[in-house]
């Protein structure tokens, strides 16, 4: 696996690199050598976190973890990706399409998953065209933490979501 280590206020030390490198590296089982895994480490207050990317054809693994000691983060982000990875095995991985990532191994032997997913509830609305200052003030006014809408600009349904810090994201589709 090839690791793209980088730090936000923060410096990777050598000791950090060599820590993500050895725990990450026990996912080398179920990825072939020339899979990307990108690490991002950082430090906000006491708080230390990693965040975990693996591309794989038409899927993304990830992980985000986050402790007082960026070791024990690391340790948990590895654990947390072993467990995806066993337990939704017959989902991401597509035979025909994103099977090159992944070491004959792990394609061929069979992980229990513990739980499928089920969609218990179906919800239908008008997507009225807004723009995305007021739907972020209509997400508000229903106490959610997302909103679905159809962007008066684009003429494309985009979502406004809560992000830490009382700060609001947006998602375009990618045409």
Do not use: W
């Amino acid at each position: 696996m090839k690791f793209i280590i980088s730090g936000k206020n923060l410096t990777v030390t050598e000791g950090l690199r060599t820590a993500v490198e050895d725990k990450l590296g026990k996912l080398e089982r179920y990825f072939t050598p020339d899979t990307e895994v990108v690490v991002t480490l950082s430090v906000e207050k006491e708080r230390q976190k990693i965040e975990v990317t693996i591309p794989v054809k038409g899927n993304i693994i990830r992980s985000e973890q986050v402790s007082n000691d960026m070791y024990v983060s690391i340790d948990l982000v590895e654990e947390v990706i072993e467990r995806q990875l066993r337990k939704y095995k017959n989902k991401i991985v597509d035979k025909q399409q994103s099977a090159a990532n992944f070491q004959k191994a792990y394609l061929d032997k069979d992980y229990d998953e513990d739980e499928d997913v089920k969609i218990i509830r179906t919800k239908k609305f008008d997507i009225k065209p807004m723009y995305p200052e007021d739907a972020c003030v209509q997400m508000e006014l229903l106490g959610h933490n997302f909103y679905v809408f159809c962007n008066a600009e684009t003429d494309q349904v985009n979502v406004v979501y809560k992000r830490k810090g009382n700060t609001y994201g947006l998602i375009e589709p990618e045409v």
